[in-house]
């Protein structure tokens, strides 16, 4: 895998048949956004209970995760779309795991992650392609939004996550 200075996040896929894990594919990203979970309370109202409502815990949700890098020479995020939209793995899911690494990884080395958010259950469902323009100066972006069932932090050298998912 090439490594690019603006690249903090390491991002993988993984398939899980039994006990057995593949790496699938794996990228490089300048972005990462949607690391979020919602809870949204139930209320219930008590007659005679006139100051306040009961506030029960409901269900939670999970952002979709948006990865984003200037374009490389590699095509991993539009193969992690195909395999889930097109091909003969049509909605298959994936283990993921994100790595956040400070800037030390850029000056070369194995560096060991900050931290890590492990991802249950991801399908890639969107890939946006850069836009291309001959007169604009900008980096091209290329992006792929991924759903996934749960997340969960594991900070480094901690060996329980943090967090719920």
């Known amino acids: 895998m090439a490594e690019f200075i603006p690249f903090r996040f390491r991002v993988s896929l993984f398939t899980v048949d039994g006990e057995q894990e593949a790496l699938v594919c794996q990228g490089a990203f300048s972005e990462v956004s949607g690391l979020e979970a919602t809870m949204a309370p139930k209320t219930i109202k008590e ?3 006139n100051w306040g409502e009961i ?3 409901g269900n939670t949700t999970f952002a979709a995760i948006v990865l984003k890098r200037g ?4 095509n991993d995020l539009y193969t992690w779309f195909d395999i889930t ?3 003969a793995n049509y909605a298959y899911r994936m283990r993921g795991v ?8 850029a000056a070369g080395g194995n560096v060991a992650p900050l ?3 492990n991802i249950d259950n991801a399908m890639a469902t969107k890939f946006k392609g850069p836009d291309l323009s001959s007169s ?3 980096v091209a972006i290329e992006e792929l939004q991924i759903v996934h069932e749960g997340l969960s932090l594991v900070r480094r050298g901690a060996s ?5 998912g």
């Open 55 to 57: 506030q029960l815990a």
């Open 47 to 49: 007659g005679g209970r």
């Open 98 to 105: 994100i790595d956040v690494y400070d800037q030390n990884r």
């Open 85 to 87: 939209t097109r091909q």
């Open 115 to 117: 931290l890590s958010w």
């Open 136 to 138: 604009s100066s900008q």
């Open 71 to 74: 374009v490389t020479e590699i």
């Open 160 to 164: 329980s996550p943090e967090g719920g």
